[in-house]
């Protein structure tokens, strides 16, 4: 099973500051492992984010993006009780979906 | 100072490259794109994208630091205040897969993103902004990535 | 103004002499110029990194590990003794080591892990000194290291020198501190006894002064950006005296907890900031 991202929310004046750290080994492709041999590709593909159930930002990923990946974005028009939800998917097809509250 | 124009259009077909995929995204809009996340130059990189020239333009702001102390864990941040932005698409030029990461915007969020990439070695970071209405624009910056030490 | 009349062979002597200096001048105030942007550049670096550590997703892991039953005995860590009690980790890291009355020694927080790890869990203590940093109970330390630094987050260092070993301990790792040995006659000193050294662009905090000592003691464990992984102190050290050309010491050693000894002694009454972030 995945372990659940560390997602941090800090809002003033309407706007949501979403701060979402992932736990995802984001293999590149091009690392060797002690053998010398490639580690296969193993990354997040697809993220998505929705904001009470509609999709407010979508976002594909290569094995660029770091190992942990962290990632921030600015939500519009948020009112306390608004349930944000971060979701992963990566190139096993594992997925990952976690959720966070707006104070 | 005269601008160079050669300097203007080099620049842009370099980043109309990075951005050439675009029409097949649009096709496809669900689909992982593969194909730019193959790409292994930013030239090919332009032709699975797919996009008009995009222009450098001074209304995209970029927070990189000057120096990373690690290429493996990089912080990049990209704003704009062009308000009708789609479309961001992340890459490190010098990385043996150029595209990091692209992001489609809706109007619920703003244009600020920040996200954690790896650098192969010294390069720029490239941000391009596909607007609403297919304007493309682009802003770089460098990024000096070093050899750290003893790993303290 | 030089005068005509001067010797050609003074005026020659002296303006090199001047220019030689204000070259040397130059190149040293260019390089202390660099000095300052570099640092902070650098500093701009690792505060953005700051924000989100990536050690909070091993500290999650690491409380899993806690409480989670494991081993050949099917029990969890929460009643494991880090010196505050049965169960207590809440302000533990930053009294270790100390001496320890069930073992009649001075433990640092990894040593105290195997022990209870032995004990409670039944895991096999010479299995987990044989086995490398990162691999298996091994890596799982680490995680547990994480979680237990990380609850003594802010508190301040105050590693106790009551018992006659802990003191005896603290002189042995101040010993071996100073020690010069292997092939290139290095010690810990050699690196780390001085005040805005570094070795390219890596810091070496100066571990005779209690802000260096706490600096570094209080920031071991850590999220290595370039290892996408935990270190501990332990590993930290072995790879210490990997790079002096030393043997590698063994596992949880008594060399190894005096060295911990003399820095966290140094490091009283500094602020404790671990899991840290690491290039």
Redesign the interface.
């Known amino acids: 099973m995945s372990d659940p991202m560390r997602i941090r929310l800090q809002s003033a004046g309407g706007l949501t500051t979403v701060k979402v750290l992932m736990s995802h080994e984001m293999e590149s492709g091009q690392r060797k492992d002690e053998d010398g041999k490639i580690v296969p590709i193993w990354n997040i593909q697809d993220v998505f984010a929705t904001l009470n159930g509609r999709v407010v930002m979508s976002s594909e990923w290569g094995g660029g993006v770091s190992k942990n990946p962290f990632l921030q974005f600015v939500l519009k028009g948020t009112k306390p009780g608004d349930k944000l939800s971060i979701t992963w998917r990566d190139n096993k097809g594992d997925t990952r979906t976690d959720e966070a509250v707006v104070s | 100072m005269r601008t160079d124009r050669r300097e203007v259009l080099k620049k842009g077909a370099l980043v109309a490259g990075l951005l050439m995929q675009s029409l097949g995204y649009l096709r496809s809009a669900n689909a ?2 593969q194909n730019a ?1 193959d790409a292994k130059s930013v030239l090919d990189l332009y032709k699975s994208l797919g996009l008009s020239v995009p222009v450098e333009s001074k209304q995209i702001t970029l927070t990189t ?6 290429g ?4 990049v ?1 990209a704003n704009t205040t062009y308000n009708n932005i789609k479309r961001w698409i992340f890459m ?1 030029e010098k ?16 244009p ?7 650098f ?1 070695q010294t390069s720029d970071f490239l941000a391009v902004a596909q607007l609403n209405d297919g304007k493309v624009f682009f802003a770089r910056k460098e990024v000096k990535v ?7 | 103004m030089f005068s005509f009349n001067t010797p050609f062979k003074f005026v020659l002597k002296h303006l090199g002499a001047a220019l030689l200096y204000a070259y040397a001048w130059s190149a040293f105030a260019q390089a202390q110029q660099l000095g300052v942007s570099t640092d902070a550049a650098l500093a701009q670096y690792r505060s953005m990194l700051q924000d989100a550590n990536p050690a909070d997703l091993y500290v999650a892991k690491g409380q899993a590990l806690w409480t989670k039953a494991r081993g050949p005995k099917a029990q969890s860590l929460e009643s494991c003794d880090l010196g505050l009690g049965p169960g207590v980790v809440k302000g533990a890291w930053v009294q270790m080591p100390r001496y320890f009355n069930d073992t009649r020694r001075v433990q640092d927080l990894e040593s105290r892990l195997v022990t209870c790890m032995e004990a409670i869990q039944g895991f096999n203590t010479q299995e987990i000194i044989a086995q490398d940093f990162s691999k298996g109970e091994r890596a799982n330390i680490a995680l547990l290291a994480a979680y237990v630094s990380s609850e003594s987050q802010g508190m301040t260092f105050k590693v106790p020198q009551e018992h006659a070993l802990e003191r005896e301990m603290y002189a042995s790792g101040q010993e071996l501190f100073y020690m010069r040995g292997g092939t290139h006659d290095f010690s810990c000193a050699s690196c780390h006894t001085q005040d805005g050294r570094r070795i390219r662009l890596q810091d070496l905090p100066n571990l005779s002064t209690s802000a260096g000592a706490g600096f570094a003691f209080g920031t071991w464990p850590a999220y290595r950006v370039s290892m996408g992984s935990i270190w501990t102190m332990q590993q930290r050290l072995a790879d210490c005296f990997r790079q002096q050309r030393f043997p590698k010491p063994k596992y949880v050693s008594p060399a190894t907890v005096a060295l911990s000894v003399f820095m966290g002694v140094n490091a009283s009454g500094q602020v404790a900031d671990a899991p840290g972030l690491k290039r």
């Open positions: 992982y794109q996340f630091p000057e120096i990373a102390e690690n493996a864990v990089v912080q941040a490190v990385n043996p897969v150029p595209l990091v990461a692209i992001f489609n915007l809706t109007e619920d969020v703003t600020a993103v920040t996200l954690r990439c790896k192969a070093t050899l750290g030490g003893c790993g303290g």
